[in-house]
C-alpha cells in the first residue's frame, strides 16, 4: 500500500471498526504549537488500486485549533470524535460536507484536550483526557458531560475502555501514574505508580481484562496485572526515546504495537524472552499515532511529525509500494 502525504504533522490514526478500508487521521500544524488542525478520512482501497499517486482524503476538515487525536464512534460507522488544542472535543459526521461539521463542539475543559477513547463494549459513550488533569465522559446525543473525573496531579495524556468491562477504563498521566476507573465511582480503583517519568500512554489486553500496558517518556514499557500491581509482569526496554503510544493486538495475544520520539515502530509479545518481534524505522521524524485494524488481522498504520501515513501488513517493509 502506498504512504500518503498529509496536510501538516500527524498525530494520531484509527482503522474504522466498520469499514476495512477506512482510516481516520489528526494532524496538525507546526507540531500542534499553534496553528490549524486537519481531521482526515482515507480511502485504503482506492490507495490499493494501482500505482497511481494515493487519492486525495475521502473527507478532509480544517480546523482552527491543533487536532492531538481522534476515535471512531463504536455505534454509528460515519461520527467521529476529535481532541483539540483549544480544550474542544468536536464530533465530525464523515457522511455530511464539510459545512455541516463539526456536528457537535463540546466546550469543558480547561486546558488542551489531548486523548479521545470511544468505549467498544457499550459503544454509546466515549472519554476525553486534558491538560487540565481532569478526564470527561460524554454521550454524542448530549451536549454537555455526563461526568467529569478528578484525581490526577498532572496532565492527563491518554484514556483507554477496557475491551470487556463496560464501566471499566484507565487514562495515563504526566503525574507518573495510571489509574484505573469505574464510571460509576467518582474517584479511581486503583493508582499504580507506572513509572519514575511521564506516562503517555496506555492500553488493555483485548484478550485478558485485567492486563493494561504502559508507555512512558522513560523510554519503556510496562505490563501490569491490575489484579497484582505491586510490580509489573514485564519491561519492555528497546526504543531511545519516550514511548509515545502503545496499542495491544486485537488478533494475537500478547502482542503490543508501540511508537516512540526515536522515530520507530515496534512490535513486542510481552509473553517472550526476546519480545521485540520486529522495528521498522520508515519515518524520518517522531512517530505520535499508531494503530491496528479490527477488521483486517495483520494491518498496520502509523502517522509522525514527516506528515506521513503508512499503512502495511505486518511483516512487510512500509515503504514498499
Not at 481516520?24 to 482501497?45: E, I, K, T, Y
Not at 517519568?197 to 505490563?223: N, Q
Not at 500478547?254 to 522515530?263: E, R
Request: with cysteine; net charge negative.
Amino acid at each position: 500500500m502506498p504512504a500518503f502525504k498529509a496536510p501538516a504533522p500527524g498525530f494520531s490514526v484509527r482503522f474504522s471498526p466498520f469499514h476495512e478500508h477506512r482510516l481516520l487521521a489528526a494532524a496538525s500544524q507546526h507540531f500542534g504549537l499553534v496553528g490549524n488542525g486537519h481531521l482526515l478520512v482515507l480511502d485504503l482501497s482506492a490507495a490499493a488500486a494501482g500505482p497511481a499517486p494515493a487519492p486525495a482524503p475521502l473527507f478532509a476538515f480544517p480546523t482552527s485549533d491543533a487536532l492531538f487525536d481522534c476515535a471512531w464512534s463504536e455505534s454509528h460507522e460515519s461520527l467521529c470524535a476529535a481532541a483539540s488544542g483549544d480544550g474542544s472535543v468536536r464530533l465530525f459526521d464523515v457522511a455530511l460536507p464539510p459545512a455541516q461539521n463539526p456536528v457537535r463542539l463540546l466546550r469543558e475543559h480547561a486546558r488542551e484536550a489531548h486523548g479521545v477513547d470511544w468505549t467498544p463494549v457499550r459503544r454509546d459513550a466515549f472519554l476525553s483526557a486534558s491538560w487540565d488533569d481532569t478526564l470527561k465522559l460524554w454521550s454524542p446525543d448530549r451536549p454537555a458531560s455526563v461526568r467529569t473525573f478528578r484525581g490526577h496531579e498532572y496532565c492527563v495524556y491518554a484514556a483507554a475502555w477496557s475491551a470487556r468491562h463496560p464501566d471499566v477504563f484507565a487514562s495515563a498521566s504526566g503525574d507518573r501514574t495510571a489509574r484505573v476507573w469505574d464510571v460509576r465511582e467518582p474517584a479511581p480503583t486503583l493508582v499504580i505508580p507506572a513509572h519514575d517519568h511521564e506516562v503517555l500512554s496506555l492500553d488493555w489486553d483485548k484478550y485478558d481484562p485485567s492486563i493494561l500496558a504502559t508507555g512512558s517518556v522513560d523510554k519503556s514499557i510496562r505490563v501490569w496485572d491490575v489484579r497484582a500491581p505491586r510490580a509489573p509482569l514485564a519491561q519492555l526496554a528497546g526504543h531511545g526515546y519516550a514511548v509515545k503510544r502503545v496499542r495491544f493486538s486485537p488478533h494475537r495475544q500478547g502482542m503490543i504495537m508501540s511508537c516512540s520520539y526515536d522515530m520507530t515502530v515496534c512490535m513486542w509479545d510481552y509473553r517472550k524472552e526476546d519480545a521485540l518481534l520486529a522495528r521498522y524505522g520508515h519515518h524520518t521524524e517522531f512517530v505520535a499515532g499508531i494503530d491496528m485494524s479490527v477488521l483486517v488481522e495483520g494491518l498496520l498504520a502509523s502517522t509522525g511529525w514527516d506528515e506521513m501515513i503508512y499503512v502495511w501488513p505486518f511483516g512487510s517493509d512500509p515503504r514498499a509500494m
